[in-house]
């Protein structure tokens, strides 16, 4: 038997609140009339922050009329794997008018965020941030947060009891975008998501794709973006020195826009403009598009807009980037985005050696056997169970499961694994894995078919550390990790409508070893 220790960080027990309810918003996201769910009837949901080494102890309380989980999305729960908060996984769900604590501990830092993971319920409203500070290797005046995500007016249950009954996997398409909870094109006047940063030191914007289908490109007028982190994981810009990330931007390395998939976050370090020698008091225009690529059909609504301010916020009259004229001191390869520019190394100490165990999984939709388009992982669609959880089989050694089929990969504690994802299905997936980062090896462009010897292009010198990747249309992504957290972990595509439906895998790691920690049954616990 291996024992498995976890070393912390002395820190300060954290404690938090977070009521989940119906609410009529006043004034409303975008200008239409909609009842949603909201935290603590905020939306987006209270700011979680707490310190490298800090214990999270949070209460969430059910007000509404169905089930809720909540999972906090990245963080490792290294030695608390119940609190993960995967419904049909690790928990029942918490019944209407009931409460449940989540304690766990944080021995990682960055830009993460919590949200349901029952049902549709966070693309309804049940999502925000939570940051973990203690490792910045760089300095900032300002800490902004920037959540976007799509939204949709009609009642998401509704929708989805539609969904689920396709026959040709169209999704539902979201009629808006929102940023920090704010959107145009249903109202006039709007509001505008507004942010005031000083002008004589950078700010930190941590960028968050909380949408449910749509990837999402953010970029700010005139103003060069430098990332700093991805999915919490510090990275250095090659032509950066940590010495010119703390003194200023060298613009031959910066980025003008940054695509983000589903469940992606960024940290961007923005230095303030001089005009004519002298500190900036202007506005500009923060911008977020929805990638209409993915649809079945055009968003209503694709973009939205926020305001940047040095000064008191006043409607900008600035241009985007599209609009610039490329000349010789700035050419056209300035206007790019973070993947078609720049490769960001991870600033976490290397890849390791090749893998002890590899994996392919095939991506693909069927139809069932009632005629309904359903995903399936290496030919498995997922049903979890309802009335238990997996972890409850696997504690009453009734696990795997006939009664509710899933994918599951087995890896021994500590392996190597690389995990390849062959996708046959013509829309891209950004894939998640709980209890993990990993380091994306390979990213194939759209098309480029499955995943073979002579397409194979491994990055194993500074590939992302991460924990969201995409795997494009009829394409492959080769990813790797040390099997190093004990547990059951969820494998999901983050398109919500397609993890409700069956697209989930199970990665069982060291079962034996988180036994110890959770115990073995008699019984099966029931929901």
Same mark, same amino acid.
């Given at each position: 038997?291996?024992?498995?220790?976890?070393?912390?960080v002395?820190?300060?027990i954290?404690?938090y609140?977070?009521?989940?309810e119906?609410i009529s918003?006043?004034?409303?996201?975008d200008?239409?009339?909609?009842?949603?769910?909201?935290?603590?009837?905020?939306?987006?949901?209270?700011t979680?922050?707490?310190?490298?080494?800090d214990?999270l102890?949070?209460?969430v309380?059910?007000?509404?009329?169905?089930g809720? /989980?909540?999972h906090?999305? @990245?963080?490792?729960q290294? %030695?608390? *794997?119940?609190? =993960? !908060?995967?419904?049909?996984?690790t928990?029942?769900?918490i019944?209407?008018?009931?409460?449940?604590?989540?304690?766990f501990n944080?021995?990682q830092?960055?830009?993460?965020w919590y949200?349901a993971? /029952?049902?549709?319920h966070? @693309?309804?409203?049940?999502? %925000?941030? *939570?940051?973990? =500070? !203690?490792n910045?290797?760089y300095?900032?005046?300002?800490?902004e947060?920037v959540?976007v995500?799509?939204?949709?007016h009609?009642?998401?249950k509704?929708?989805?009891g539609?969904?689920?009954?396709s026959?040709t996997?169209n999704?539902?398409?979201?009629?808006n975008?929102i940023?920090n909870?704010? !959107?145009?094109?249903?109202?006039n006047?709007?509001?505008y998501a507004?942010?005031?940063?000083?002008?004589?030191?950078?700010?930190?914007f941590r960028?968050i794709?909380?949408?449910?289908?749509?990837?999402?490109?953010?970029?700010?007028d005139?103003?060069?973006?430098m990332?700093v982190e991805?999915?919490g994981?510090p990275?250095?810009?090659?032509?950066?020195?940590?010495?010119?990330?703390?003194?200023?931007?060298?613009?031959?390395?910066a980025v003008n826009?940054i695509?983000?998939?589903?469940?992606?976050?960024?940290?961007?370090?923005?230095?303030?403009?001089?005009?004519?020698?002298?500190?900036?008091?202007?506005?500009y225009?923060l911008?977020?598009?929805?990638?209409?690529d993915?649809?079945p059909?055009p968003?209503?609504?694709?973009?939205?807009?926020g305001?940047?301010?040095?000064?008191?916020p006043?409607?900008?009259?600035?241009d985007d980037?599209?609009?610039?004229?490329?000349v010789?001191?700035?050419?056209?390869?300035y206007?790019?985005?973070?993947?078609?520019?720049?490769?960001?190394?991870?600033n976490?100490?290397?890849?390791p050696a090749?893998?002890?165990?590899?994996?392919?999984?095939?991506?693909?939709?069927?139809?069932?056997?009632?005629?309904?388009?359903r995903?399936?992982l290496?030919?498995?669609?997922?049903?979890p169970?309802?009335?238990?959880?997996?972890?409850?089989?696997?504690?009453?050694?009734?696990?795997?499961?006939?009664?509710?089929?899933?994918y599951?990969?087995t890896i021994?504690?500590?392996?190597i694994?690389?995990m390849i994802?062959?996708?046959?299905?013509p829309?891209?997936?950004?894939?998640?894995?709980h209890?993990?980062?990993?380091?994306?090896?390979?990213?194939a462009?759209?098309d480029?078919?499955?995943?073979n010897?002579?397409?194979a292009?491994?990055?194993l010198?500074?590939p992302?550390?991460?924990d969201?990747?995409t795997?494009?249309?009829?394409?492959?992504?080769?990813?790797q990790?040390?099997?190093?957290?004990?547990?059951?972990?969820?494998?999901?595509?983050?398109?919500?409508?397609?993890?409700?439906?069956g697209?989930?895998?199970?990665?069982n790691?060291?079962?034996?070893?988180?036994l110890?920690?959770?115990?073995?049954?008699?019984?099966?616990?029931?929901?």
């Amino acid at each position: 038997m291996v024992a498995i220790l976890f070393c912390l960080v002395n820190g300060e027990i954290v404690k938090y609140s977070l009521c989940a309810e119906r609410i009529s918003l006043i004034p409303t996201v975008d200008g239409f009339n909609k009842t949603q769910l909201a935290f603590n009837g905020e939306f987006p949901g209270p700011t979680i922050i707490a310190n490298l080494g800090d214990t999270l102890s949070i209460l969430v309380t059910n007000a509404f009329d169905e089930g809720l /989980s909540v999972h906090w999305h @990245g963080i490792h729960q290294k %030695g608390s *794997l119940t609190q =993960d !908060g995967a419904l049909g996984v690790t928990q029942c769900p918490i019944a209407p008018g009931t409460s449940r604590t989540y304690t766990f501990n944080v021995n990682q830092t960055g830009t993460y965020w919590y949200h349901a993971h /029952s049902a549709i319920h966070y @693309g309804d409203g049940l999502y %925000g941030a *939570l940051i973990i =500070d !203690g490792n910045e290797f760089y300095n900032y005046g300002a800490d902004e947060i920037v959540m976007v995500a799509d939204w949709y007016h009609g009642d998401l249950k509704q929708l989805f009891g539609s969904f689920v009954q396709s026959t040709t996997g169209n999704e539902p398409v979201p009629d808006n975008i929102i940023m920090n909870g704010i !959107g145009q094109g249903y109202c006039n006047p709007c509001d505008y998501a507004s942010i005031t940063v000083p002008n004589n030191s950078p700010t930190l914007f941590r960028i968050i794709n909380a949408a449910i289908f749509a990837p999402i490109t953010v970029s700010l007028d005139g103003h060069y973006l430098m990332v700093v982190e991805v999915d919490g994981t510090p990275v250095i810009q090659p032509g950066f020195t940590l010495e010119e990330i703390n003194n200023g931007l060298n613009e031959s390395s910066a980025v003008n826009q940054i695509r983000l998939n589903i469940g992606q976050r960024v940290a961007v370090l923005v230095f303030p403009l001089t005009i004519s020698g002298q500190p900036d008091t202007n506005s500009y225009w923060l911008r977020a598009t929805m990638d209409n690529d993915v649809f079945p059909s055009p968003a209503p609504v694709s973009s939205v807009l926020g305001i940047v301010s040095y000064s008191s916020p006043y409607i900008p009259k600035s241009d985007d980037w599209s609009s610039k004229v490329c000349v010789s001191s700035k050419p056209c390869s300035y206007c790019v985005d973070v993947n078609d520019l720049i490769t960001l190394s991870p600033n976490n100490g290397g890849i390791p050696a090749s893998p002890d165990q590899t994996e392919t999984i095939v991506i693909d939709f069927v139809a069932n056997s009632q005629g309904f388009n359903r995903p399936i992982l290496n030919t498995i669609s997922c049903t979890p169970p309802t009335s238990t959880y997996y972890l409850a089989l696997v504690q009453a050694g009734k696990f795997p499961s006939t009664d509710f089929p899933c994918y599951t990969v087995t890896i021994d504690y500590g392996k190597i694994v690389r995990m390849i994802f062959n996708n046959r299905d013509p829309g891209e997936h950004p894939m998640h894995l709980h209890g993990y980062k990993f380091w994306v090896l390979q990213e194939a462009a759209p098309d480029a078919g499955d995943y073979n010897a002579a397409n194979a292009d491994l990055n194993l010198v500074n590939p992302l550390y991460r924990d969201v990747a995409t795997v494009n249309p009829n394409s492959f992504l080769v990813i790797q990790f040390v099997a190093d957290n004990p547990g059951l972990w969820m494998l999901h595509c983050h398109i919500d409508w397609h993890m409700n439906i069956g697209f989930v895998g199970l990665v069982n790691i060291g079962q034996e070893q988180y036994l110890d920690q959770v115990g073995i049954t008699s019984q099966v616990a029931t929901c």
